[in-house]
């Protein structure tokens, strides 16, 4: 007798956590979005607004990219979630501490503010509900992982 295939649902722990990458995402996609804006409204190249900021124009794109790899990670990251698996944990993981990472260091280059706290408390929630016993079943069940 063959075994019949019975969905495992999602648990709130890790339903929490795609949020919370969709979410920051989506944060950082805006601040991209306001960034581009405010340069279209202002009518000015990269090398103009590097000028006006006293920033190099190497030192924004630069930013620019690290902020487009992290709207890819959270997005990735959230859309893997779904499948489980202990590859699916390790990268959700990683992509929260690079988070953490990332909002340490826009503290010491920007100090303290709204969407630094935001970030730092999302992703040490994403590390919290990744850490619960559901969670970690939810990863490492038989079948987790899999391409269906």
Do not use: C, H
Not at 13 to 21: E, H, L, Q, T
Not at 48 to 76: H, K, N, P, W
Not at 108 to 123: H, M, Q, Y
């Amino acid at each position: 007798m063959q075994a019949s295939y019975f969905p495992v649902p999602m648990p709130v722990a890790v339903k929490a956590v795609r949020a919370i990458f969709i979410i920051n995402a989506v944060l950082i996609g805006i601040v991209l979005l306001v960034l581009f804006i405010g340069m279209a409204a202002l009518d000015s190249s990269f090398e103009e607004f590097a000028e006006e900021t006293g920033t190099g124009t190497g030192d924004i794109l630069f930013s620019l990219a690290i902020a487009v790899a992290f709207v890819l990670m959270y997005g990735i990251a959230a859309a893997r979630l779904g499948s489980g698996g202990p590859g699916t944990l390790s990268f959700a993981r990683i992509v929260a501490v690079l988070g953490l990472a990332g909002a340490v260091s826009n503290a010491a280059l920007s100090g303290i503010t709204l969407g630094l706290v935001l970030g730092l408390a999302l992703d040490v929630a994403a590390l919290v509900l990744l850490a619960t016993s559901e969670a970690r079943a939810w990863f490492g069940r038989p079948g987790a992982g899999a391409v269906r």
